[in-house]
């Protein structure tokens, strides 16, 4: 089914565009001045795709844009304006009040100003268009990996995806865990930081939205490496590690962290950046030659791993 | 009906931004260079509400980009780049490569490429963001428009409205007038020509996609003013003249031609530009101080006139 998706995809990509960079990473890159670019990247969300016809319209709002600021992060952008169109089936007041206020709210926390949209009668469908701005010299691009980067994420793994499997009644876990899985998966937190300056640290990076093995593949393809997990240094739930529910931290989709690469020579500065930012961040493993994934388990034995992201049209 | 579409539409715009333009105008504008502004738009498509679901697949990707041309055209700006989300029921690769085919011919005519964008699985729906630049000195506001302006149409109108209703099927009229009619529905054709240079000669404007009267309204709403319009100097085909069928060309939809306001000093001037660019362009009235529209027929008497525009929530 990845087949399909892709190919369908890959019919809008073939045309080059005369633009730094266009189709094929989380955005696109094109000249603002003589020392940044813009970046600009459009998402669309709709109900039972993306969303269950359940969600809290308000974290429904905070996440439609979120996941959008999170795109303008993964290329070392800061987020700035964002266009919104957003069908309805009804002009339900009430649900578009609460729906806005999320996204009014998360607009507000990111610094990002909404400038236009437009709004319909469909089914239940929000598409967002952002843009920020990134260094031309600072752009994380997923093609510049290099050979022994450290690689690194942001926050913690697998809590989204074990929201999703709850709400949809496939899994059960203790309450306060739930709580926060839910929480992860309806308003997810993308980092809060100056990402230029991360940026300059980094030299590649990719939001987590298909899952963190599907996605530290497209650094893979793009950048013509390979890379070792290990699994003691991913960051998840104590209850996910002592139960070695693996598949939710590498192949859960929703988490909208960051994955970047970095030189080694950056290590501390990184460690330093993260804690003068209070954010989380863990050097999970790094770049190899092989062009494929070993995940590493505490013994150094690799793990059997069955590849599975996330995907729309599975 | 209106003015829930309006109050949701509202809720939206309770923020003021930062740029010089924000949501209320075809496009929003913000600061490019010294001399220009970028000129933003994000418009939607969607089954049943904008488009019937035996539209022809290649023609639906021509509008769907040619009406966010028309936004972009109309704040008096060239378009560029193009974001294009589109949510499809499943991935069929032949309706998908019609449709493409479609919006690339639109795009390649038009001068814009195609950077970035989205496919999702969904109820059929499409989302384009348009960048542009316009003149800061010649951007077309809404509220610019200034009293005794000549009132100027491109292209023909009431062809689109009229394709709808025999689509509908509550309409019948000549065989090859049909044919141009759906033709101006499914495939509208936006003027094609250097938007800074006509700009330049104009002081307002607005795209006819709710209908001629709703969208002149919001320029006399913005600018203050009233209009005086002459139904003889409506551009239309002579079968809906000779059977007056006024409402087609006053309040039907989906024209996707500019009215732009100008000074009667450069009247000749947009002549010549019109023809000097192959651009059919009519002066169909003039801005008055009565904050009300005067439609009026040949022999000075105004006609009586049923306000109705084109309504996504009707």
């Known amino acids: 089914m990845l087949k399909e998706f892709e190919i369908i995809e890959k019919i809008f990509q073939k045309t080059p565009t005369s633009i730094f ?23 669309t969300l709709n109900i039972n795709t993306h969303f269950l016809s359940n969600t809290d319209p308000e974290n429904l709002g905070w996440k439609s844009l979120a996941v959008n600021i999170s795109d303008i992060l993964s290329m070392g952008g800061n987020p700035k304006y964002a266009l919104l169109s957003i069908s309805v089936p009804s ?21 990002v100003e909404l400038i236009g949209g437009d709004t319909t009668r469909g089914s239940l469908s929000i598409s967002i268009c952002i843009l920020g701005e990134a260094l031309q010299n600072n752009a994380l691009l997923r093609s510049n990996a290099k050979l022994n980067d450290d690689i690194w994420v942001t926050g913690e793994l697998g809590l989204a995806a074990l929201g999703l499997k709850y709400k949809k009644r496939k899994f059960d876990a203790p309450k306060t865990l739930i709580k926060k899985a839910i929480k992860a998966l309806e308003k997810p937190l993308p980092i809060k930081v100056n990402m230029k300056k991360l940026a300059a640290l980094c030299n590649s990076a990719i ?54 690469t970095a030189p080694k020579n950056n290590h501390k500065k990184i460690i330093k ?33 069955k590849k599975k992201g996330y995907e729309h049209f599975a």
């Not at 209850?239 to 929703?254: A, E, Q, T």
């Not at 863990?282 to 150094?300: E, P, R, V, Y």
Request: proline share 4%; charged share 20%; with cysteine.
């Open 91 to 111: 002009a339900n007041q009430v649900w578009i009040k609460k729906f806005s206020t999320g996204l009014f709210k998360c607009a507000k926390n990111y610094g």
């Open 21 to 43: 960079l266009g189709i094929g990473d989380d955005a696109a890159l094109f000249h603002k001045n003589k020392k940044e670019f813009w970046v600009i990247s459009q998402d």
């Open 207 to 260: 939001d987590l939205s298909d899952g963190l093995i599907p996605d530290l593949n497209h650094i893979l393809n793009k950048s013509g490496l390979g890379a070792n997990i290990f699994i003691e240094n991913l960051p998840m739930p104590k209850w996910i590690r002592n139960n070695k529910n693996y598949p939710l931290v590498l192949s859960g989709g929703d988490d909208y962290q960051l994955l970047l």
């Open 273 to 305: 950046f993260a804690a003068d930012n209070k954010i989380k961040i863990s050097c999970i493993g790094l770049m190899t030659k092989t062009k494929n994934i070993a995940i590493i388990k505490s013994d150094g034995e690799p793990l059997l791993y």
